[in-house]
Every structure is written in structure tokens, then in C-alpha cells.
């Protein structure tokens, strides 16, 4: 038989593509969160208080960031502070995921949601000895965005009680 270098890159060529993540402009699983997409300010904050985050898609459309800054009057004690969190939102064996990293060193691991075009849950993993958490939001037909943090009890992964919650506008 007799060794033909046409075809075998051809055959090569057919095997790369083949093997290849999916092109761009394939649907990432990201659709039916895009109405998070856009720039947030914190409405009826606190004195002294303010927030602004920004949801983003990234990599061709196929990830989704946000990146969030909270500053914190000094009240009862505590002096003010600022929180700054980035979260990447991805698609990973046919589910959303996403990992959260902040500027107190936390770091959740979330699995993605989407309950409708206009609203999500992303919740953490269940671990005996540590805490769960819990963060949705919910788009409101006012054009505002709701969001809820809820952390549930080492032991309890299913009692979650209200942590912080926000409502934003969006700016842009």
C-alpha cells in the first residue's frame, strides 16, 4: 500500500475539527442569563453606603463575568470598608457553573440555575462542615434587579436565611 501525504492530512485535518470545542457563535447555555447583562447601581442604600457591579460576556460569548464593589459606612464600631468580588459564569459538561472570588479570600464554587429569562439561582455544593450559600437574582418588571445572598449553617445545607440583600438599576 502506498503512503499518500494528501490524504493524511487530510485525515488529520478532519480529526482536529472534529475534536475541536464548539466554534464560535455556538450557544453556550449563557442566553438565559443575558438579562443580567449591563451596568448596576445600588438603589436605596444605606447613608454612606454604596454598590455598582457589572455583569460582561467574555471569550467569544462564551463565559460571563462580574465584577462588584460594595463600600460600607462605619457604623456600631466597625470602621468603613470596601468589598470587591469577581465571579466568572461558565458552561462545563452540559451545566452552568460558576467560581467566586472576593476580596476577604472566599472563594464558592456555584452550580448555575437559570429558573427563566429573568431569573437565577446559583447555590454552592452541600459540604458537611462548612457553610452553603446561596445567591439569585431575580430581574423585576420595574427595569430594577433584585439580588439575595443566603448562607445556610454547617450540618443544614438546606437552611438558608437571608444574608444581604440589594436591588440595582442599571446605569447603561
Same mark, same amino acid.
Given at each position: 500500500m502506498m503512503f499518500r501525504p494528501g490524504v493524511a492530512i487530510a485525515v488529520m485535518l478532519m480529526s482536529a475539527v472534529a475534536t475541536a470545542p464548539g466554534q464560535p457563535g455556538t +450557544?453556550?447555555?449563557?442566553?438565559?442569563?443575558?438579562f443580567l447583562l449591563g451596568d448596576w447601581t445600588a438603589v436605596?442604600?444605606?447613608?454612606? $453606603?454604596?454598590?455598582?457591579?457589572?455583569?460582561?460576556?467574555?471569550?467569544?460569548?462564551?463565559?460571563?463575568?462580574?465584577?462588584?464593589?460594595?463600600?460600607?459606612?462605619?457604623?456600631?464600631?466597625?470602621?468603613?470598608?470596601r468589598h470587591d468580588d469577581f465571579m466568572i459564569i461558565y458552561a462545563e459538561g452540559g451545566k452552568l457553573k460558576a467560581d467566586y472570588f472576593d476580596s476577604e479570600q472566599h472563594v464558592i464554587r456555584y452550580v448555575v440555575e +437559570?429558573?427563566?429569562?429573568?431569573?437565577?439561582?446559583?447555590?454552592?455544593?452541600?459540604? +458537611?462542615? $462548612? +457553610?452553603?450559600?446561596?445567591?439569585?437574582?431575580?430581574?423585576?418588571?420595574?427595569?430594577?434587579?433584585?439580588?439575595?445572598?443566603?448562607?445556610a449553617p454547617p450540618g443544614q445545607p438546606d437552611g438558608f436565611k437571608p444574608y444581604l440583600s440589594w436591588t440595582a438599576r442599571k446605569r447603561r
Amino acid at each position: 500500500m502506498m503512503f499518500r501525504p494528501g490524504v493524511a492530512i487530510a485525515v488529520m485535518l478532519m480529526s482536529a475539527v472534529a475534536t475541536a470545542p464548539g466554534q464560535p457563535g455556538t +450557544p453556550s447555555g449563557l442566553t438565559s442569563l443575558r438579562f443580567l447583562l449591563g451596568d448596576w447601581t445600588a438603589v436605596n442604600t444605606a447613608p454612606g $453606603e454604596s454598590g455598582r457591579f457589572t455583569f460582561s460576556l467574555g471569550v467569544q460569548d462564551r463565559i460571563m463575568t462580574r465584577t462588584n464593589a460594595a463600600n460600607y459606612a462605619a457604623r456600631n464600631g466597625r470602621p468603613a470598608s470596601r468589598h470587591d468580588d469577581f465571579m466568572i459564569i461558565y458552561a462545563e459538561g452540559g451545566k452552568l457553573k460558576a467560581d467566586y472570588f472576593d476580596s476577604e479570600q472566599h472563594v464558592i464554587r456555584y452550580v448555575v440555575e +437559570p429558573r427563566s429569562d429573568h431569573e437565577v439561582v446559583f447555590a454552592s455544593a452541600a459540604k +458537611p462542615s $462548612e +457553610p452553603r450559600y446561596r445567591l439569585s437574582y431575580t430581574a423585576r418588571s420595574d427595569g430594577t434587579l433584585a439580588g439575595q445572598f443566603d448562607v445556610a449553617p454547617p450540618g443544614q445545607p438546606d437552611g438558608f436565611k437571608p444574608y444581604l440583600s440589594w436591588t440595582a438599576r442599571k446605569r447603561r
